[in-house]
């Protein structure tokens, strides 16, 4: 059965630091792949999606980046963190296109910047 | 482009009484639209999805849904709360054959069960 692990559970990291979140995938192949983060009040937002190695487009402009150096792995980035920074960060992975097949997401990653 | 719109951030039922979370969405075409719950801490769980098969839609822990295209919505229900339906529901959207389009949310309703 597909599965979809995220690590660390939780974060606290002070402002200026470098961040590294990775998300991976099992039990399927070619998946798309997504982070999003929910922040306070404002619902989930879609920061990145993936629907191959190396091809990331990017939703929203910020102070993060993300990266799938393998088929079933994304990582999601930053050089120097912000406060705005925190928040509870969520992966997801669906296939084929459109959302027929639903999508599904892992257990979340709490950033707290302090 | 597609938005969902989630009336009421919070809503309050008693036990026992019935559920119902209020979505509507915006789209130039008609979408697939997801209802999704999440308990503290946690990541989302897929409830229910509507993709242009049946209107009324059944999902899991007694949960559904009906797609009204004229009214634009997709509220969900259930005839009968319990305390573990105390969660953050959110209602989500994406076109059909959209590609790889991430679905895009509304802001959440936090449900909570009065004893």
């Known amino acids: 059965s597909q599965t979809i692990h995220q690590w660390p559970a939780t974060l606290v990291q002070p402002v200026g630091s470098p961040l590294s979140l990775e998300c991976t995938v099992e039990?399927?192949?070619?998946?798309?792949l997504y982070w999003y983060r929910q922040a306070a009040g404002r619902g989930l937002q879609l920061l990145f999606y993936?629907?191959?190695?190396?091809?990331i487009s990017s939703e929203v402009p910020q102070n993060l980046s993300a990266s799938r150096p393998q088929d079933r792995q994304f990582i999601l980035s930053s050089k120097k963190l912000l406060l705005s920074d925190s928040g509870f960060y969520l992966c997801?992975?669906?296939?084929?296109?459109?959302?027929?097949?639903?999508?599904?997401f892992g257990s979340g990653t709490r950033l707290t910047v302090v | 482009a597609q938005s969902v719109t989630q009336l009421g951030s919070h809503v309050s039922v008693s036990e026992g009484a019935l559920v119902l979370l209020r979505c509507n969405y915006s789209?130039?075409?008609?979408?697939?639209l997801f209802w999704y719950v999440q308990y503290p801490n946690q990541g989302l769980q897929l409830l229910l999805k509507?993709?242009?098969?049946?209107?009324l839609v059944k999902g899991i822990n007694g949960f559904e849904a009906e797609f009204k295209k004229s009214e634009t919505s997709f509220h969900l229900t259930k005839p009968s709360a319990h305390m573990s339906d105390a969660a953050e529901y959110f209602c989500?959207?994406?076109?059909?054959?959209?590609?790889?389009?991430?679905?895009?949310f509304g802001k959440g309703t936090h449900l909570i069960i009065q004893p």
């Open positions: 509507y993709t242009s098969a049946a209107t």
């Open positions: 997801a992975w669906s296939v084929g296109g459109g959302g027929y097949y639903g999508y599904t």
């Open positions: 789209s130039s075409v008609p979408p697939y």
């Open positions: 989500a959207v994406v076109l059909p054959g959209g590609g790889a389009d991430g679905l895009t």
């Open positions: 993936s629907v191959g190695i190396g091809q």
């Open positions: 039990g399927t192949s070619n998946p798309n």
